[in-house]
């Protein structure tokens, strides 16, 4: 007798759900795609398209009716919220793309409901999951880092500013490049250092290109009175363990790189860079460095994810991006906006 299948239902089908995680739900045999919700039922049909022909809603609440052991939230930022504590409520596990939510209130009200209800809660980090971030990941845990001290963490754009609405913004962004990219470095950062606590942050944040008009956009023209979130913002964080990291990010700046994402952590046995995964260190007082290869392939690292989530669910594995590490990722840029918008430093009471 043929098994019944995993049943996912896909909130939000626009760009990343078509084109990665719709393929990645198809990866995986054991999956059937139960349903597409989107507010516009003209991406509703072309989702639906992707995922081989799947029933299509405008609420999601509807899609909640349906059959459904997980719900995969593909919206823009500030939908994640009320989309997962719908989802959670009605008793299904939630995949969620990043940033999980923009304030750490709502990353607690949608985690303590997930564990109350023992569900698993993972947000879409699919950076954890890239060979660069699995090979620096095994060198790290394997003790050639030592303490990590220091930070950096970049996530800067010469001129790639996502020109829809969802993104620029901020009632349905509640970011700029800060909870856009910013948070994939970030999230990566701390994963490798440990997830220590953040206790205090100084941050600025601004609008330097985007409100203008003579910085051309390689994604094409954006609205500009509709533009309020940053294109710029820069932190420093302190931690508990006296550890500190230092935060930029961007969507326009001047700088020859199309786009730098780095993760740099100075340990005090070595040194490593994501996604480079070069190291540095000294072995018998000779200085030695390299470049990390993971000899396991990673052709699709949101595939990856997403796989990563379903093992979770079905063998009952604690989530591979939990809540309790996501809250402090939110938890450094929701007090970087605060610290910016009222000039002092603030301390984080996570
Ligand atoms: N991990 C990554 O690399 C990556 C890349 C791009 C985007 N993202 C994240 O994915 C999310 C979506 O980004 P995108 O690029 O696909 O945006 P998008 O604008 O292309 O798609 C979002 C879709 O959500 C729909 N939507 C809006 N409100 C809704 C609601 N209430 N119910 C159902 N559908 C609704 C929109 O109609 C749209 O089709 C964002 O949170 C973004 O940060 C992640």
Redesign the pocket.
Known sequence: MKSRKFRVGI??????????HIPGWRNLPEVEIAGI????EA??KK?AAVAGGVPIF???RELLKLDLDAVDI????K??T??ALAALNSGRHVLC???LAVTTAEVREMGKLADKKKLKLMT???QRFTQGGVAVKAWVDAGNLGEAYHARVRAMRRAWL?P????IDAS??GGGPC??IGV?ALDLCLWLMGFPKPVRVSGTSKTVFAKGHDMPNQWGEWDRARYSVEDFAAGIVHFDNGATLMLEAAWMCHQVENEELLAQIFGKKGGVKWPSAEFATVTNGTFAQGTLTHPVQVPHP?WNEIAAFVDCVTNNKPSPVPWTETIKVIGILEAVYASSAQGREITLKL
Do not use: R, W
């Open positions: 909130i939000g089908g626009g760009g990343i759900a078509q084109a990665v919700a989107d507010v516009s991406t509703a989702a405008t609420d999601y593909c919206t823009p930022n939908v994640h009320p989309a793309e990043k940033p879409a980090q699919h996502p829809s609405p969802g993104f349905l962004a909870m856009d994939h949101h």
